[in-house]
Nanobody, 126 residues
Framework: VQLQASGGGLVQAGGSLRLSCAAS????????VGWFRQAPGKEREFVSA????????PYADSVKGRFTISKDRAKNTVYLQMNYLKPEDTAVYSC????????????????????WGQGTQVTVSS
């Protein structure tokens, strides 16, 4: 499966962005899809994920209450709605897909995902 992430950009603190992760060559109904981010000089970190067949959607503590992950099955696209953005949210955001229905602890590990998109830059100015 190929992933295409989009929707990044420059936004002021307090603003919103919606990232999209579109899949081709496979259906998200068969994959758990995660969003990860990496800021300059920092390690990649888990943001959120959504299971292949639904269920709870975990979030990093730093984004809880501000970010929402969702899936449009008809469009084979996963979204990450980001509200009340902060300068510390600045990073390259990447989506990834892993086969099947993962448990929460697995969903939060980058190594669990087999396919990665190219990443989209999010910059939040203060």
């Amino acid at each position: 499966v190929q992933l295409q992430a989009s929707g990044g950009g420059l936004v002021q603190a307090g603003g919103s962005l919606r990232l999209s992760c579109a899949a081709s060559g496979g259906s998200f109904s068969s994959y758990t899809v995660g969003w990860f981010r990496q800021a300059p000089g920092k390690e990649r970190e888990f943001v959120s994920a959504i299971r292949a067949r639904g269920g709870s959607t975990p979030y990093a503590d730093s984004v809880k209450g501000r970010f929402t992950i969702s899936k449009d099955r008809a469009k084979n696209t996963v979204y990450l709605q980001m509200n009340y953005l902060k300068p510390e949210d600045t990073a390259v955001y990447s989506c990834a897909a892993g086969s099947g229905q993962m448990i929460t602890s697995t969903m939060m590990r980058a190594a669990a995902y087999d396919y990665w998109g190219q990443g989209t830059q999010v910059t939040v100015s203060s």
